[in-house]
């Protein structure tokens, strides 16, 4: 809780995935994939209650064992389709959620994420009073775009900056998928996560990956040892 305010972390988990099997329970890191999204809220001081919306049994049971509350999710919205909105909208009505509490929003499919910045960016979503708030990573700032088969230069190459002299202001930013911050009434109206005046916080770039190939998912683990490795090192 902050400033009298319930903060409730949603993590929305299909069993189906057409990518990778089993995607939200595959193991990463020694433990089941949505563990750590479970685990990163749990570690939050302003947190109040992980809720895990899910249609697999399977899942349900691994998202218990670690004290999660469940949301059986109706088939009707478990579809390929189906919005994560309409996902968070559902626990909203299970749970009465008050429209002047907090939600967050954790994605199963970013594992990694730095240590402490949900409490970061849950005291800036309210001293600075965002309706929302999003978690960015920064792209490589050499960029084209296309555009009706035209290669159109979103920087200036005839001047073509060095590595060591890009600014923030130089870089195309991400959306991760990995943190999201909202107030109830927000989805409510707008059926969007966000909204209004809209907040970010930004990630380095190794936290910037989401897991939908089998690539993407040899990638992160290969992150998680180098991670883990220059935690034990400091």
Known sequence: ???????????????????????????????????????????????????????????????????????????????????????????????????????????????????????????????????????????HPLNWKLKSDELICQYDYKNRPMRQQFKKDDFIYDENGSVYIFNPKLIIKNNNRLGGKIGYEIFPEEYGRQIDTFLDLEILRATAKYLNKKESNV
């Open 1 to 139: 809780m902050i400033n009298n305010k319930k903060i409730y972390a949603i993590i929305p988990a299909r069993g189906g995935s057409k990518g990778i099997p089993k995607k939200n329970i595959i193991d990463f890191d020694g433990y089941p994939l949505i563990y750590h999204s479970i685990n990163f809220a749990k570690k939050s001081k302003f947190v109040d209650e992980v809720i895990v919306s899910t249609d697999s049994r399977e899942i349900k049971k691994i998202a218990e064992g670690y004290h999660a509350n469940i949301v059986d999710r109706p088939e009707n919205i478990s579809r390929d389709d189906s919005s994560t909105e309409l996902a968070i909208k559902h626990i909203i009505n299970e749970f009465n959620i008050h429209s002047d509490s907090i939600i967050v929003l954790l994605q199963p499919t970013s594992p990694i994420r730095p240590i402490g910045v949900l409490d970061k960016m849950l005291v800036d979503f309210i001293n600075k009073n965002f309706d929302s708030m999003v978690s960015i990573s920064p792209c």
